[in-house]
């Protein structure tokens, strides 16, 4: 650190200084898109897509652009993670400002609360089948409830909570080692549980339009352009703050590598799978089932459903370690670095999805309907706030110093150490969006591109002034330090 700009306790702790050890390659990033792709809310939202209407050439193409466009925001958002070996929260410091950075860290947190709570519930309902194929008694649990679950509910999402805080407690190493194995592991078993409904159902019988309606020309087209919104907005939230774990990758070029094989190659893959499965269920079982669960769960054959039971439990404990713990980890953390540890701010998360009684929320569609829509108008606003700031505003360059100094002459100091335009674009562009989402009928699949555009381009009006004078005294600081 420079002599010049002292380290300031109330903005670093060991988990929020530069990673000196960045030992992550192409394979670990790779691992990471597994984890997140391979869960029971993917395999729906796979599914769900072949029943807007549209064939099965028509959804590829749908998929491919949305996820490409998940791959193009996840290189642009991971760079500068990767390149100071900085978190996300650190990383929001530069547009901002290094107190400033606690609004979209505390957005991004929250965010990941809710969905670490509903997430752990989706894995206790697969650990729930394995629970009542060993121990059939255990089924009377179920008779009685306390806050909305039953007792045989809450022995499933006591026994994955725990699970997943153990898994935690070892730390970012351990959370490396789960996500590298487990995203292989639930591809070698989706693949023996579509080859056996595939053989239950017979080839002939197997169909990629799972619509009861076919749609052409400008129908189609829209249906298409919704789908690949879709899959953008899905993705948002691990996507947002990827410089979490950007940061332990040696270079950019493994981390766009990973990036490539673990989002279009392997999104693609795992909805097929997800696909083949899904027509399956209508010959084997006589109506289409898009929940896999429920589908274990309809399966005679023991191994199989231990094997499937095992499978979304991995799958859904992966992606809720990556996308939902280690956010707020780091989120939480950064708002008092000294009080908050990263395995302090992961438990904060933890208790706090509880208190939200998950089961609840989930169980209401309406409610998570609003909810879902509010999180993207508030996400897109911090996309178009960062993504300007660092590849406009101050041209790829970071100046480390700066991220972790109160003193004034810090680039990223501003006005007592926030950044009062980015907040401002970023109050402009969330209004707009839930207005949007809520008052203008079509445009709630829409609500993170409007606010993420609508962000970028306040935010650029509004550091116009800036923007010369930002480049200078990074060139100033660059040389002192």
Known sequence: MSDKLEISPRLS????????????????????????????????????????????????????????????????????????????PVV???????????????????????????????????FIILILYFFPSAESLANSEFLGLSYLGWVGFSSMWILQAIIFMFGMDMIRKVIDWSGPAIYIAMFALCIYLVNLAGWDNISFNLSSQELVGWDAIIQMFIAACLVAGYFAGPTLNFSDFSRYCTSYKQLKLGNILGLPVNFIIFSLFSVLIVSASIPVFGEMITDPVETV?????????????LTFIFATVGINIVANFVAPAFDFSNVAPQKISFKAGGFIAAFGSVLLTPWNLFNNPEVIHYTVDVLAAMIGPLYGIIIVDYYFIKKGHIHIDSLYTESPKGIYWYQNGINMKSVYALIIAGLLAIYATFFIDGLANYAIFIGGFTAAITYRVLMAKEREKMVDVQANLAEQS
């Not at 390659?25 to 939202?45: L, N, P, Q, R, T």
């Not at 530069?94 to 997430?119: C, D, H, K, T």
């Open 92 to 126: 929001a410091r530069m547009s901002f400002g290094v107190f400033g950075a606690n609004i979209p860290a505390v957005i991004r947190g929250l965010i990941a609360v809710v969905w670490y709570g509903i997430q752990t519930y989706l894995a206790s309902s697969a």
């Open 13 to 88: 702790n060991e988990d929020l200084l530069p990673e000196k050890q960045q030992k992550w390659g192409w394979y670990s990033i790779f691992a990471f898109w597994m984890s997140d792709v391979h869960s029971v809310g993917g395999y729906v939202f796979a599914a769900s897509l072949f029943a807007l209407g549209l064939n099965g050439i028509q959804v590829f193409i749908s998929l491919l652009v949305g996820i490409s466009i998940v791959l193009l925001f996840a290189n642009l958002m991971g760079k500068p993670g990767q390149k100071c070996g900085a978190p996300f």
């Open 297 to 309: 769960k309809r399966l005679d054959s023991g191994m199989i459903t231990i094997l499937g039971a």
